[in-house]
């Protein structure tokens, strides 16, 4: 994930505030990697475009998602795991895994992993508060 970690902090000194997904392969070479920038630009952007792309690249294996911030790095929004989860549903579907989102700011970088998102998403359950229903 150095690799990983090297393009995300690239990507925000280059563009500052973005969202990108890279494709890669079974041995992690890069097939492609955009980055969405602007205001209005999100993870589901990035989402959205990788998923039309694994459908055409026969040697996609996996995405990694890139977020970098110019200023302070958003908390996870509630829609972040739901989001991150159905989209690696539809992917498994293409024989591709969703693996991690690395997320940077000029202080600090994270990385969001499979399992960090499982148990993120049992954490903010609707049933949470043991009620059943």
Request: aromatic share 4%; charged share 30%.
């Amino acid at each position: 994930m150095v690799c990983a970690a090297e393009v995300a902090l690239a990507l925000r000194e280059q563009s500052g505030d973005a969202h990108a997904a890279a494709i890669v392969t079974r041995t992690g070479r890069v097939l492609d990697l955009t980055p969405f920038t602007g205001p209005n630009a999100s993870i589901e952007d990035a989402l959205r475009w990788a998923e039309c792309m694994v459908v055409s690249e026969p040697n996609a294996r996996g995405i990694v998602l890139l977020s970098t911030w110019r200023g302070v790095m958003e908390d996870l929004r509630d829609g972040d795991i739901p989001t991150i989860e159905e989209a690696r549903g539809r992917l498994r579907e293409y024989g591709v895994a969703l693996d991690p989102w690395v997320r940077c700011d000029a202080e600090r970088m994270e990385l969001v992993t499979k399992d960090e998102v499982a148990e993120r998403g049992l954490q903010s359950s609707p049933d949470q508060d043991g009620s059943g229903s």
